[in-house]
């Protein structure tokens, strides 16, 4: 089973079966050593979804299972538990041969906000594998550190999209004014997805030098949905000059996300 197809099942099942999985929390900890490897899988979902503390060292285990399926939820798993036993084993972790699971490991590192994954999260920004990268993005903006600043910032450059988009809402995260040049020099990027990151970023840091390039895009960009983020932002830019981060991504994300559906890298 492809592991998409997988987590979709999974999720609708554990929708509408969340109480009786629960009480059977001993049963999915014993399945977790299960022969079949989808049983395992769905054990290490289901722990996750519970937040079942108990299930952390059997869920460090698993990051060596032989299926990567299981490798795959048992790190997504440990990061939705954010017990703190699982850094170092998550920092091995993302090692993994396997993409998906390297890719899972930095979004949980992320969730752990641990200093000591800031170092290899910044390492995985240079990994072969897009999916990696862009997670490692994501999970360095949660952590909020300045030193991930400039990989971020390099990251705007990333040959895939959805790489830049994701460096660019974490730079909007971090919010630190060395980023303002270089989200400018986005705002004329392909792809729109990383355009409206850049807008959005923009007005996290809410810096003034944002306001004539942003004024550009409300006014010549091709897109309505971008001229309509870039002009929310101006707004809240326009309307103070002396608190910063005083604009928020929920300011412009109702107006405007429900027009990036289906573009590449839009959530």
Same mark, same amino acid.
């Given at each position: 089973?492809?592991?998409?197809?997988?987590? $979709?099942?999974? $999720?609708?099942?554990?929708?509408?079966?969340?109480?009786?999985?629960?009480?059977?929390?001993?049963?999915?900890?014993?399945?977790?050593?299960?022969?079949?490897?989808?049983?395992?899988?769905?054990?290490?979902?289901?722990?996750? &979804?519970? =937040?079942?503390?108990?299930? /952390?060292?059997?869920?460090?285990?698993?990051?060596?299972?032989?299926?990567? !399926?299981?490798?795959?939820?048992?790190?997504?798993?440990?990061?939705?538990?954010?017990? @703190?036993?699982? /850094?170092?084993?998550?920092?091995?972790?993302? @090692?993994?041969?396997?993409?998906?699971? +390297?890719?899972?490991?930095?979004?949980?590192?992320?969730?752990?906000?641990? *200093?000591?994954?800031?170092?290899?999260?910044?390492?995985?920004?240079?990994?072969?594998?897009?999916?990696?990268? *862009?997670?490692?993005? =994501?999970?360095?903006? =949660?952590?909020?550190?300045? =030193?991930? $600043?400039?990989? !971020?910032?390099?990251?705007?450059?990333?040959?895939?999209?959805? /790489?830049?988009?994701?460096?660019?809402?974490?730079?909007?995260?971090?919010?630190? *004014?060395?980023? $303002?040049?270089?989200?400018? &020099?986005?705002?004329?990027?392909?792809? +729109?997805?990383?355009?409206?990151?850049?807008?959005?970023?923009?007005?996290?840091?809410?810096?003034?030098?944002?306001?004539?390039?942003?004024?550009?895009?409300? +006014?010549?960009?091709?897109?309505?949905?971008? +001229?309509?983020?870039? @002009?929310?932002?101006?707004?809240?830019?326009?309307?103070?000059?002396?608190?910063?981060?005083?604009?928020?991504?929920?300011?412009?994300?109702?107006? /405007?996300?429900?027009?990036?559906?289906?573009?590449?890298?839009?959530?």
């Amino acid at each position: 089973m492809r592991m998409g197809a997988f987590f $979709v099942i999974a $999720v609708i099942f554990m929708a509408f079966n969340m109480p009786s999985l629960a009480e059977n929390a001993d049963q999915y900890l014993q399945n977790l050593q299960d022969g079949n490897s989808t049983t395992r899988a769905e054990a290490a979902m289901v722990l996750g &979804e519970l =937040k079942e503390t108990r299930a /952390v060292e059997p869920l460090i285990q698993a990051l060596n299972d032989e299926n990567s !399926l299981v490798r795959l939820q048992a790190a997504k798993s440990l990061g939705w538990i954010k017990d @703190e036993r699982a /850094v170092d084993p998550l920092l091995n972790a993302l @090692e993994d041969q396997n993409y998906e699971v +390297r890719s899972s490991v930095a979004l949980a590192l992320g969730e752990l906000n641990d *200093s000591k994954a800031l170092e290899p999260l910044i390492q995985s920004m240079g990994d072969n594998n897009s999916s990696v990268r *862009s997670n490692a993005a =994501k999970a360095l903006g =949660k952590m909020g550190n300045a =030193k991930a $600043v400039d990989p !971020l910032i390099l990251a705007l450059k990333d040959e895939d999209p959805i /790489v830049r988009y994701q460096a660019a809402e974490a730079l909007g995260n971090i919010k630190n *004014s060395l980023a $303002v040049k270089p989200l400018i &020099e986005i705002l004329n990027d392909d792809d +729109r997805s990383v355009r409206y990151w850049a807008i959005v970023a923009l007005g996290e840091i809410n810096d003034v030098r944002a306001i004539e390039p942003l004024t550009n895009v409300s +006014r010549q960009d091709n897109d309505d949905y971008i +001229r309509n983020a870039a @002009e929310n932002v101006l707004n809240g830019l326009e309307g103070t000059t002396s608190s910063p981060n005083n604009v928020t991504n929920s300011r412009i994300a109702q107006p /405007v996300e429900s027009g990036l559906n289906g573009c590449s890298g839009c959530r």
